[in-house]
């Protein structure tokens, strides 16, 4: 069995293990403190499902490539500034979709910046999320060309989310993430991306009070969203054209055997079902 199926028998397996932290969590009472619901939500998920399974996926693999390899500072510079761009063309999807769905049910409160709420809200996070998907799953699948190995990834980190109103915006973010990843040949300026994406989250949602906006209100910050959009998209442009020159282009693996076809797509299939059914019966 290759790398890719082995892969997505991994994500399989993880997309059980959140489907079971999930009923863990619904027995918490988590109507308190905001911080304490991060604290668990690290505890079974960005260990639980990303975490240690991915260790454990390395390990029994090590000799193969998963980006696991420091970068150039100014390529990290840039990577940060990029997850501000991220940041903010997420939230007008998040925002849009909003509009669309009932997301009261859904909606997700971030605790007050600190030390402990960075470490649980936006290091842990990027660490294991990073590894799992940009890692593990997107270098397993690199073979298959750039275009379908990090649609899949993105569609994957999207549907994980377990949020539907956030699906378009978890998908561009995967998108980012997955570009910065296949470029560079590396996980660390995605891990920093999605650090930065969370961070200015963490920082700004408390400040323009976003769980709680709305269209109307949205314009009022539309100057100041602007002027941050432009400052990271130029960020997004020179990053990327800084990855492109390390970028390698790689022959495409085709699965033309049957039984390698089945072996790879079944465990897709298999977890795009079961997160269909977590979405539709946590939404």
């Keep these: 069995m290759g790398i890719q199926s082995r892969a997505g028998i991994l994500l399989f ?26 604290v668990v939500n690290s505890l079974f998920v960005s260990f639980g499902v990303f975490g240690i399974p991915s260790c454990l996926f ?23 500034l990029s997850g501000i761009f991220a940041f903010i063309i997420g939230s007008i999807l998040s925002l849009i979709c909003s509009q669309l769905f009932d997301s009261s049910k859904s909606s997700v409160f971030l605790p007050e910046p600190s030390f ?32 379908a190995s990090i649609i899949l990834t993105s569609l994957f980190f999207a549907l994980m989310h377990s949020r539907p109103d956030s699906l378009p915006a978890m998908f561009f973010i995967g998108c980012v993430l997955g570009e910065a990843a296949f470029l560079s040949c590396s996980v660390l300026p995605s891990m920093i991306m999605h650090f930065s994406y969370n961070l200015t989250s963490l920082l700004l949602c408390g400040t323009l009070d976003i769980a709680n906006l709305t269209l109307e209100s949205f314009f ?3 100057p100041i969203l ?15 054209s800084k990855l492109l020159l390390l970028f390698e282009k790689e022959e495409v693996t085709v699965l033309s055997s049957k039984r390698n ?23």
């Excluded at 489907?19 to 009472?29: E, P, R, W, Y």
């Excluded at 402990?116 to 073979?143: D, K, Q």
């Excluded at 432009?230 to 990327?240: C, D, E, Q, V």
């Excluded at 076809?261 to 079902?273: E, G, M, N, T, Y």
């Design 220 to 222: 009022k910050f539309l």
């Design 226 to 240: 602007f002027l941050l959009m432009l400052f990271s998209i130029s960020a997004f442009i020179f990053t990327r």
């Design 116 to 147: 402990f709420s960075i470490l649980v809200v936006c290091i842990v996070p990027a660490l294991t999320e990073e590894i799992f998907f940009r890692g593990i799953l997107l270098f397993s699948w690199r073979s298959l060309g750039k275009r």
């Design 58 to 80: 390395i390990f029994q693999n090590n000799t193969y490539d998963f980006g696991l390899r420091s970068t150039k500072a100014s390529v990290m510079l840039l990577s940060f």
């Design 13 to 38: 397996i993880s997309v059980l293990l959140l489907a079971l932290s999930a009923l863990l969590v619904n027995t918490i009472d988590m109507s308190g403190e905001p911080l304490f619901y991060y």
């Design 261 to 283: 076809r089945k072996h790879f797509l079944f465990p897709l299939i298999a977890s795009s079902v079961l997160l269909a059914a977590i979405n539709v019966l946590t939404f």
